[in-house]
């Protein structure tokens, strides 16, 4: 059993293979966060929680003389605005009487088999024996308002789920201004707090501090999980290293607005609360509707960052990512923005098609331009009809010359943006999100449709699904490129705008779902400005995500390394790009952008046309070696060897299959000296006395493990080395 219940002690258990989660109904129907980390028998931990007579710490009236109880300290597992605790809060409400507390206690439970689902929004799925739910019911008396949090427990995967249904159970209607995912509370702050930053092409930076007293944030205001910030936190001893230390990844499956949010408090103690942003939130509950929050994930580890990782990514690609790219290998493309930007025709791409063949490249992919008056980025969007003009004849026809030289065909869409100067616009001005009497605010010279509206959505899926009906395409990149501003829907009453940017959301989830459930053999690539929306919550839909904009070989090191924290190598979409590099004018070596490229996806995003022969054959040796690891790359155990931020002036990292019986290592000399010290890199992973063959040589697996290997001197800058092991 993952999910125990103590009738005696009112305890909850929920346990995984490593680890475990307690809480406890206390007096008065108060729900108390007990312990959450290394797995242990069933117990009642409720002792470690003092109970002392604290000044300005009030108490529930129910206490009369008791002092020693008080909601201002005690660790709870959903924490109320409003009533007594003044710390970071989950739940905030104005009543019908204009007061904003809320005061919930516990009601029942509710033990089920399976993991559950939440409706309309993406979460972790599993199979009935992998999973097991339960539901915390608790209730507001005052109010009626009732409260029910969900906890899946998947055993084997070491994951635990939280998400929180909020009910308004009165007879008045109740607008709703905060709902977290989750709450997590811990006895002490000895934590470092880590978050992933960034801006556009330079997505997921890794920075890591101490916890202090007070609050400390990351947010997305965008609309979407954003290039800013990752909707993804780990807190952490300070001593945590990749291989040892307790550690706490939470991630947010959801791609709008979010916070996540630490407070250290008067007693030291931590809070941490993840969930949608509150900022722009609000939501009319009537009498007898409900909001359900979106789904948060926790994986504990005590053995530091490297199975944290592991952990995640197993997650994803067990129980989020779905459909048959989840476990199919995947083509290697050809993308031909920066080989042509806007600038083609019919003739160009199929000649780009035809020398992509010829490397063994297996699919072409239309970036943006091949529809409506779309020769730049100023007009077009919204208009999602074929450019036959430009094409030199229908997108049918060009699939099935592409088709016809053995090569699959991919298209580019962004079906959430409309340009001003467009016949979508002319037609539907008010789909476009405007604040009525702005002038608005355009990004990219774009506006946001209104995914909040229905019909909004089903007016540009009929276009887009129509296009598909009629042409073979097995691969669409789903773009997004700008943030979400002038929050205001025409259909919505004024007071409830609040609710757009979540309605917004449900509506791209209905979109995305109907999408991969009609053509479950295309492959979706997700995009925003390349990493803006890289998050759990469109992992569920499309099973890559273009990683970023910055293709740069050596700007990608940072990128690979802090996105893999959380999310698995077969989510990013990497590919070779063009030396000098068009966003940084870098050169960088051919087999180093290979090397980059295959901690990801693979694909090439440049002019063929401009390689020489030797480069070609270059190409055409790491496509097929790509392809003969494509398993150990994207199933396999990653391991960060060395990080961008260090001191070491190599970034290596490997990927060790499940039996062990295979490793690829790869490493990247970022920093050049005139008469250099060695670089030793340790592996890790393998089996310490098992023998490795690499390359004409022999070494025992603890040779490679704790003696390490040492690296060539290099011969150019950004050097590259791949080096295959398999076990003998």
């Given at each position: 059993?993952?999910?125990?219940?103590?009738?005696?002690?009112?305890?909850?258990?929920?346990?995984?293979?490593?680890?475990?989660?307690?809480?406890?109904?206390?007096?008065?129907?108060?729900?108390?966060?007990?312990?959450?980390?290394?797995?242990?028998?069933?117990?009642?931990?409720?002792?470690?929680?003092?109970?002392?007579?604290?000044?300005?710490?009030?108490?529930?009236?129910?206490?009369?003389?008791?002092?020693?109880?008080?909601?201002?300290?005690?660790?709870?597992?959903?924490?109320?605005?409003?009533?007594?605790?003044?710390?970071?809060?989950?739940?905030?409400?104005?009543?019908?009487?204009?007061?904003?507390?809320?005061?919930?206690?516990?009601?029942?439970?509710?033990?089920?088999?399976?993991?559950?689902?939440?409706?309309?929004?993406?979460?972790?799925?599993?199979?009935?024996?992998?999973?097991?739910?339960?539901?915390?019911?608790?209730?507001?008396?005052?109010?009626?308002?009732?409260?029910?949090?969900?906890?899946?427990?998947?055993?084997?995967?070491?994951?635990?789920?939280?998400?929180?249904?909020?009910?308004?159970?009165?007879?008045?209607?109740?607008?709703?201004?905060?709902?977290?995912?989750?709450?997590?509370?811990?006895?002490?702050?000895?934590?470092?707090?880590?978050?992933?930053?960034?801006?556009?092409?330079?997505?997921?930076?890794?920075?890591?501090?101490?916890?202090?007293?007070?609050?400390?944030?990351?947010?997305?205001?965008?609309?979407?999980?954003?290039?800013?910030h990752n909707p993804f936190v780990i807190l952490c001893d300070p001593m945590c290293?990749?291989?040892?230390?307790?550690?706490?990844?939470?991630?947010?499956?959801?791609?709008?607005?979010?916070?996540?949010?630490?407070?250290?408090?008067?007693?030291?103690?931590?809070?941490?609360?993840?969930?949608?942003?509150?900022?722009?939130?609000?939501?009319?509950?009537?009498?007898?509707?409900?909001?359900?929050?979106?789904?948060?994930?926790?994986?504990?580890?005590?053995?530091?960052?490297?199975?944290?990782?592991?952990?995640?990514?197993?997650?994803?690609?067990?129980?989020?990512?779905?459909?048959?790219?989840?476990?199919?290998?995947?083509?290697?493309?050809?993308?031909?923005?920066?080989?042509?930007?806007?600038?083609?025709?019919?003739?160009?791409?199929?000649?780009?098609?035809?020398?992509?063949?010829?490397?063994?490249?297996?699919?072409?992919?239309?970036?943006?331009?091949?529809?409506?008056?779309?020769?730049?980025?100023?007009?077009?969007?919204?208009?999602?009809?074929?450019?036959?003009?430009?094409?030199?004849?229908?997108?049918?026809?060009?699939?099935?010359?592409?088709?016809?030289?053995?090569?699959?065909?991919?298209?580019?869409?962004?079906?959430?943006?409309?340009?001003?100067?467009?016949?979508?616009?002319?037609?539907?001005?008010?789909?476009?999100?405007?604040?009525?009497?702005?002038?608005?605010?355009?990004?990219?010279?774009?506006?946001?449709?209104?995914?909040?509206?229905?019909?909004?959505?089903?007016?540009?899926?009929?276009?887009?699904?129509?296009?598909?009906?009629?042409?073979?395409?097995?691969?669409?990149?789903?773009d997004f490129n700008r943030s979400i501003s002038n929050y205001f829907s025409a259909?919505?009453?004024?007071?409830?705008?609040?609710?757009?940017?979540?309605?917004?959301?449900?509506?791209?989830?209905?979109?995305?779902?109907?999408?991969?459930?009609?053509?479950?053999?295309?492959?979706?690539?997700?995009?925003?400005?390349?990493?803006?929306?890289?998050?759990?919550?469109?992992?569920?839909?499309?099973?890559?995500?273009?990683?970023?904009?910055?293709?740069?070989?050596?700007?990608?090191?940072?990128?690979?390394?802090?996105?893999?924290?959380?999310?698995?190598?077969?989510?990013?979409?990497?590919?070779?790009?063009?030396?000098?590099?068009?966003?940084?004018?870098?050169?960088?070596?051919?087999?180093?952008?290979?090397?980059?490229?295959?901690?990801?996806?693979?694909?090439?995003?440049?002019?063929?046309?401009?390689?020489?022969?030797?480069?070609?054959?270059?190409?055409?040796?790491?496509?097929?070696?790509?392809?003969?690891?494509?398993?150990?790359?994207?199933?396999?155990?990653?391991?960060?060897?060395?990080?961008?931020?260090?001191?070491?002036?190599?970034?290596?990292?490997?990927?060790?299959?499940?039996?062990?019986?295979?490793?690829?290592?790869?490493?990247?000399?970022?920093?050049?000296?005139?008469?250099?010290?060695g670089v030793v890199i340790k592996l890790k992973g393998l089996e310490p006395k098992?023998?490795?063959?690499?390359?004409?040589?022999?070494?025992?697996?603890?040779?490679?493990?704790?003696?390490?290997?040492?690296?060539?001197?290099?011969?150019?800058?950004?050097?590259?080395?791949?080096?295959?092991?398999?076990?003998?």
């Amino acid at each position: 059993m993952a999910v125990l219940f103590n009738q005696e002690t009112q305890v909850f258990m929920l346990q995984t293979q490593h680890c475990a989660y307690q809480m406890k109904v206390a007096e008065y129907g108060v729900l108390l966060h007990l312990y959450y980390g290394q797995r242990i028998d069933d117990c009642d931990l409720s002792y470690l929680i003092q109970r002392t007579d604290r000044g300005f710490c009030g108490n529930p009236y129910e206490m009369q003389q008791d002092r020693t109880f008080s909601l201002d300290y005690f660790p709870q597992e959903y924490s109320c605005f409003g009533i007594g605790d003044y710390r970071t809060d989950c739940v905030k409400v104005i009543n019908s009487d204009g007061s904003c507390a809320v005061d919930y206690r516990y009601d029942s439970y509710e033990i089920k088999k399976g993991k559950y689902r939440l409706e309309g929004l993406p979460s972790l799925f599993a199979e009935e024996e992998e999973g097991e739910t339960l539901i915390i019911r608790m209730k507001d008396i005052h109010t009626h308002m009732m409260l029910e949090l969900y906890y899946g427990v998947l055993e084997n995967a070491d994951v635990i789920t939280r998400a929180a249904r909020i009910i308004n159970g009165g007879k008045a209607e109740v607008v709703l201004k905060r709902a977290m995912s989750m709450c997590l509370d811990f006895p002490h702050d000895h934590m470092d707090w880590i978050h992933f930053y960034g801006k556009h092409t330079m997505e997921r930076e890794v920075e890591r501090s101490r916890l202090i007293h007070g609050r400390q944030s990351i947010c997305s205001e965008r609309g979407t999980s954003s290039h800013q910030h990752n909707p993804f936190v780990i807190l952490c001893d300070p001593m945590c290293s990749e291989d040892a230390g307790d550690c706490y990844g939470v991630g947010l499956i959801y791609s709008g607005s979010f916070l996540a949010e630490a407070e250290v408090d008067q007693f030291h103690q931590t809070r941490l609360v993840v969930g949608t942003s509150p900022d722009q939130f609000s939501w009319m509950l009537k009498p007898g509707e409900g909001f359900m929050t979106p789904e948060a994930v926790m994986i504990y580890s005590g053995e530091g960052f490297t199975s944290l990782s592991h952990r995640f990514h197993y997650m994803a690609r067990k129980h989020l990512i779905r459909g048959e790219w989840a476990k199919k290998r995947r083509p290697i493309l050809i993308n031909n923005w920066e080989a042509t930007y806007f600038n083609f025709n019919g003739e160009k791409l199929i000649r780009i098609a035809e020398e992509a063949k010829e490397l063994g490249i297996e699919m072409l992919v239309l970036d943006d331009g091949w529809f409506g008056k779309r020769d730049s980025d100023y007009s077009g969007l919204g208009d999602w009809t074929v450019n036959e003009k430009k094409l030199g004849g229908t997108l049918k026809a060009l699939a099935e010359k592409i088709n016809s030289l053995g090569m699959k065909f991919g298209l580019w869409v962004e079906p959430e943006m409309i340009s001003e100067d467009s016949n979508l616009y002319r037609s539907h001005p008010d789909w476009a999100m405007r604040i009525p009497g702005r002038p608005g605010n355009v990004a990219r010279s774009q506006f946001v449709l209104d995914f909040s509206r229905p019909e909004v959505v089903d007016g540009i899926q009929d276009m887009i699904f129509k296009i598909l009906d009629e042409v073979h395409i097995e691969y669409i990149k789903w773009d997004f490129n700008r943030s979400i501003s002038n929050y205001f829907s025409a259909t919505l009453p004024i007071n409830r705008q609040g609710e757009i940017g979540y309605r917004y959301m449900l509506g791209l989830y209905r979109f995305l779902e109907n999408l991969i459930t009609r053509y479950p053999y295309i492959l979706l690539e997700g995009c925003s400005g390349g990493g803006g929306r890289f998050d759990f919550g469109m992992l569920h839909y499309s099973p890559q995500i273009w990683c970023s904009d910055d293709t740069d070989a050596v700007e990608r090191l940072k990128i690979h390394y802090g996105t893999t924290f959380g999310y698995p190598v077969s989510s990013i979409g990497a590919h070779v790009s063009a030396s000098p590099n068009h966003q940084t004018g870098r050169h960088t070596p051919l087999e180093t952008r290979g090397t980059v490229a295959m901690t990801g996806t693979f694909g090439y995003e440049l002019d063929l046309g401009t390689l020489s022969a030797e480069e070609k054959e270059i190409v055409k040796r790491q496509i097929e070696e790509y392809k003969a690891h494509y398993d150990l790359i994207n199933n396999g155990s990653f391991y960060r060897l060395s990080s961008p931020y260090g001191e070491c002036r190599a970034v290596a990292w490997a990927f060790v299959s499940p039996d062990k019986e295979e490793c690829l290592f790869c490493a990247v000399m970022t920093k050049l000296q005139s008469n250099p010290d060695g670089v030793v890199i340790k592996l890790k992973g393998l089996e310490p006395k098992r023998r490795y063959q690499v390359e004409d040589k022999v070494y025992t697996g603890e040779m490679l493990m704790y003696g390490g290997i040492l690296l060539p001197l290099p011969k150019e800058e950004y050097q590259a080395w791949r080096y295959y092991m398999r076990a003998i």
